[in-house]
């Protein structure tokens, strides 16, 4: 080992490969973030609906726009993330799913029901626009 | 320990500082708490925006009047507001390691949410019972 000990090292974050369920576990936290700053839109728009029908027509102006249908997006597949990955946290606050063949189908599952909703979510709000 | 020890320290002095005392996993339990509450709430919301994309104000107002409707954007918004902070929280002990930084940012993180719930809140109830 590199510090002659013989024991065994921590991985070194800069030149360590993550694994994907590292990643994913990061990505948790970071889509989290991102949600708790994308709580300012509903506030807007629930405000600006209060408020009246121009400050309304405001907010659903700058959602429609490309940078807020951006936004959107963006804030889509967070939340499906973050709920699908949620999920997977409360199995393994119940004790199960730790074996690391189930980490890694669980990896592929919350991955692909993420980009499955979100993409069907889009087309349906698209449809229905 | 008291039985057997040549300290004087009382049981208490001893068990001090070693862990909690009931509210332990309080903290964690409230979070579980609000992301099984926000399963429901979510996909609500989700249907709730794409059936009101693009609405004009009339349509955004009479959502809101109905009943069921006002109560589940009420509690989408204390929800979520609850599990932001409590994870933010988390996050920030995790990072910060000044004291007084990592007590600046819970305790504005902890005010901003509640403060944004109160005004989603008061939107939802002034459309609801508005004329």
């Not at chain 1, 708790?36 to 506030?43: D, E, F, R």
């Not at chain 1, 690391?100 to 980009?115: I, S, Y």
């Not at chain 2, 249907?47 to 693009?54: D, E, T």
């Not at chain 2, 507001?81 to 007084?100: K, N, P, R």
Request: hydrophobic share 55%; with cysteine.
């Amino acid at each position: 080992m590199a510090n002659g000990s013989g024991r065994p090292l921590s991985p070194h974050l800069q030149v360590y490969k993550l694994p994907l369920t590292a990643v994913m576990s990061i990505t948790h936290r970071i889509t989290g973030v991102g949600l708790a700053v994308g709580t300012l839109l509903l506030v807007w728009w629930l405000v600006a609906a209060a408020t009246g029908p121009e400050a309304f027509a405001r907010a659903q102006g700058f959602i429609g726009s490309f940078f807020g249908l951006l936004l959107m997006f963006g804030w889509t597949a967070a939340l499906y993330y973050h709920l699908c990955n949620g999920i997977r946290h409360l199995v393994w606050d119940a004790g199960k799913a730790f074996e690391l063949t189930d980490a890694d189908r669980n990896n592929k599952v919350v991955l692909g029901a993420t980009a499955v909703l979100t993409v069907l979510t889009w087309i349906v709000g698209l449809a229905a626009w | 320990m008291a039985s057997n020890s040549k300290t004087l320290r009382s049981p208490l002095q001893v068990a001090r500082g070693l862990g909690s005392a009931k509210h332990g996993t309080e903290h964690w339990w409230s979070q579980r708490l609000t992301a099984i509450a926000l399963v429901p709430l979510t996909v609500w919301f989700v249907f709730g925006v794409i059936g009101h994309l693009g609405a004009d104000h009339a349509a955004f107002v009479a959502w809101m009047k109905s009943p069921f409707s006002a109560v589940m954007m009420v509690l989408t918004a204390v929800v979520t507001f609850h599990h932001a902070q409590s994870g933010l929280q988390v996050v920030i002990e995790d990072y910060v390691h000044v004291e007084w930084q990592k007590m600046a940012l819970i305790i504005g993180v902890k005010f901003l949410s509640f403060a944004l719930a109160a005004a989603c809140v008061l939107a939802v109830v002034k459309i609801f019972i508005g004329a």
